[in-house]
């Protein structure tokens, strides 16, 4: 735990509109209550209530009525965040052997893909598990494909240039339109999460 809290407790108390405000704007220079005021067009006292609370946490500092972000603080929090080992969710796993799910666990941090293996076997696990997304049957236009595949890795190209290339994706290209269909890969009925 650094500067008071650790990273789950520093996202809750963020997301709080008025202390990211207040945050958000003492990351642009160190500035008074009135100040403060000012800059987010909140009331004095919404204002002193959210620098209580980021001051409680240790992310604001302050002397002589000026207040600053702690930058090292926020750093060390971001840093932290960075080492957490989440465990790959369990509907990751659905419909895979014990064996598939040990590799999947390597490449996922809760449903995020973190990175494409570059092992050829690897790579095809990821790639019949991303599948299983897509409903056998069903055409999908190209930005339903990459909305699918950005929701586990932000690039969702490669994912689908993969899919295309293992035979588990096909694609067609008419009238300046390319749909895409499932062309492979096994066939589950997918938990709702």
Known sequence: ????????????????????AVAGALVVAPMTTDELAAATRLDRKRVLLALGDLRGAGLVSTKDGQYWLEADTLRAIAQEAAE??????????????????????????GRTLIEIPTNRPKRQVLLQRLVLEFDVGRRYTEQEV???????????????????DEGLLDRTHADGVTTYWRAGGRVLDMPTA
């Open 1 to 20: 735990m650094t500067g008071g809290v650790n990273p789950f407790q520093a996202t809750r108390l963020l997301l709080d509109p008025d202390r990211l």
């Open 84 to 109: 957490l080992e989440i465990p790959m969710d369990p509907v990751i796993g659905f419909g895979m052997t014990d064996e598939e799910g040990a590799v999947l666990s390597r490449y996922f941090s």
């Open 146 to 164: 990459n909305d699918v595949l950005f929701a586990f890795y932000p690039d969702w190209s490669t994912l689908r240039r993969y899919l295309i």
